[in-house]
C-alpha cells in the first residue's frame, strides 16, 4: 500500500554526493512505490542561518534544479517552499505546548549540533525548537515514513513522542505517529579520508561539477599512503578511492576484481583514480546535462515549485483544520457564529 | 499625533472590576486619542491552558462582550483574534532566532509565573518562547505604546531587545521599538484585602454580576477588624471598602468626607459597604445592561469581531511583506520568477 513520505533539504548550498548516496538516490526510487512530499526547508535553514539569508534564498533554486537533475519527478513527488505554507509556523506553535523545555534540551541530535556549531551558551530558541518544527512539518503532511540518517533517529522520536501527547492531550488521533526509513547507505566520507563530504568542508563533489572538477578532486583523494610503488601491495582499508568505488560503480564485479589486484600488487593509485573519474563523470555527466537544461527554463522550473507549493498549502489547510478541530478551536474567521454560543 | 497602540487579554474568564481599573477604562479613553488595537489572546492563552480549549474559545466571546459593554467602540478600536491572524505565528517563528534560550529563562516576569504556577521542571517550551510571540503581537502591529502593569515591564524590555537585534542584524528599521504606557492605578486588591481580584480566585466582581451579587461581596469585604462598635473609630489602612471607594466613587470629596468620619468614629461598617454597594451598581449597571442587550445580538457582536479581525489580517499581511522584504526573505507564491536569479 503506497505511504505518505516526507523528506527535503535545508537550502544552505548545492546537492552533493554526499546526499546522492544518503537521500536523493533514494528518493528517485521511492517516488514509484510510496506518495512523497519533498520539502525544500528554508525557515529551518534560517534558524542556524538567519544572519545570512541570502544564501538560503538563493540556494531554493540551486537545491530544486538538483532535484529536478537527479529525477525527482514533480509528477509523482511533491516538492514545495517550507515557508510558503503557513499552516507550519501555526502547529508548531500549538506543538510547542506539548513538549517540555527540559526534554528539548536533551534532545541527543541537538546537543550533538549545538556542540559541533560551538553554542551551547548562544543557542538561540529558534534553533532550540526545530526539532518542534520539525515535528510540525511531519504531522501536518501526515507522514507516515520519514527517511533519515542513524543520527536522526531522536528527532523522529521527539516527533512520535509529541503526537503521543497531542493525541493523548486532545483525546484523538488526528495526529499520526512516523515510522523511520534507515538508508542502508553508510555517510560519504570526504575525499580526504577523514570528515564527511561536505559543501562548507569544501570538499564536495555538485551535481554541476565539470570533468576537470571531477579530476581535479579526485586526484588528491587520500589512499594508501604506504603504496609508493606501482608493484607493491596496497591497502584497501581507509582508502577513499575503493569506499568511492564501493558506492558509486555500477559493476561490483568489477569493483572486486580492482581490490583484489591493488592487494597483490601491480595496480598503480593512478589508474584506480582514473577509474573513479570515468565512473563518476558516467554518474554525473547526465545530471549535469540536465540541470543545465533545466537552468535554462526558469519559467517551467518556477512553474514546478509553485505548483508543488500550491499542493502542499492545500493539504496543510486541510490537515490544519482538523487539527484544530480536535483542538476544538475550529472557529473560522469566515463562519463564526456557528462556534460560539452566547 | 496618533500613536499605535496595541492591547488585549487572554479569554480565559469574564472580564473584572479589577481589570477595569488596571486597564479596560484606560482603553476607552485611549481610543479618543490613538489608534487601538485590542487583542483577545487565544493563542497566547493556550499557551497556558492547552488543556482546555473550550475555556478559552468560549471565553472569546464573553471578552469581547465586555468590551463593548465597557465602551470599547469598534468604529475606534480594532478588536480581532489573535489565532486567526497567520502572520503572528510565521513572525513568532523568525523572532526566536533573535533571542538566545538562555535570555528567555532569566525573563523576571516569566520566572515569577513559572514558580507561581508551580512549573519550574516542567515548564514547556509553548509557555517559555511566550514572551517572543508577544514581540511578535507588538511589532507586527508596530505598536508604538503597550499599557503595561508594572509586573510586566521585562515582557516591552524583551520585545525591544529583540527588536533592536533584528535591526542589527538585518540592517534595516522596519521593527519599531513600544513605549510602556504605565496605569497609573495600582493592582485591585481581592475583596478579602489580601490576594488581588481574579477569577480563579473566586472573588471577582464582572461586569454581568447581578446587585445581589455585588452586595454579597460587599457585605464579606475586610474593613477594619478592630472596628467593633459604630462610635469607635475605625481605620482606613487596609480597609478594602475605602481601596473600593477609592477606586471606583467619582465623588473624591465625598470619599475624604466618609474616611475623616470613620476614623473620628460614628460611620459603622454597613453603612459604608451599602454606599459602595450603589457605587459599585453605578458603575456596572449601565454595562450589565448594554452586555445583555450586545448578547441578544450575536450575530452583530460577530460582525464586529470579523470585521476588526480582517482588518488585523490585513495589516499583518502588509507589516509582514515589508518585514520579508527587510530579511531578503520576500519570495512569494504568487510571483517567484523574478526572486530567483538562477
Known sequence: MKKRILTGDRPTGQLHLGHYV??????????NKHEQFVMIADAQALTDNYDHP????????EVLLDYLAIGIDPSK???????????????????????TYNRLKHNPTVKAEMQQKGMEDTVTAGFMIYPVSQAADITLFSAELVPVGADQAPILEQTNEIVRRFNSVYHTDVLKEAQPLFSDCPRLVGPDGK????????????FS????????????????????RVQDPGK??????????????????????????????GLGDMTIKRHLMQ????????????????KQQTSMVVDVLHEGTLNAKKEGARKLDEIKEAMKISYRLQNLTPFFSV
Chains 1, 2 share one sequence.
Not at 544518503?22 to 517516488?31: I, T
Open 54 to 61: 541570502e544564501k538560503v534564498r538563493s540556494n531554493i533554486m
Open 77 to 99: 513527488s511533491t516538492i514545495f517552499i517550507q515557508s510558503q505554507v503557513p499552516q507550519l509556523f501555526e502547529l508548531t506553535f500549538y506543538l510547542l505546548n506539548m513538549v
Open 279 to 294: 565512473v563518476l563523470e558516467e554518474l554525473i555527466g547526465p545530471i549535469r546535462e540536465r540541470r543545465h537544461q533545466f
Open 22 to 31: 544518503g537521500s536523493l538516490k533514494n528518493r528517485v526510487e521511492l517516488q
Open 236 to 265: 584497501i582499508e581507509g582508502n577513499v578511492v575503493f569506499m568511492y568505488l564501493d558506492a558509486f560503480d555500477p559493476d561490483k564485479i568489477r569493483v572486486q576484481e580492482l581490490k583484489e589486484h591493488y592487494q597483490r600488487g
Open 195 to 206: 570528515a564527511k563530504m561536505s559543501k562548507s568542508l569544501g570538499n564536495a563533489i555538485t
Open 209 to 228: 561539477a565539470s570533468f576537470k572538477e571531477i579530476e581535479e578532486t579526485v586526484k588528491k583523494m587520500y589512499t594508501d599512503p604506504e603504496h609508493l
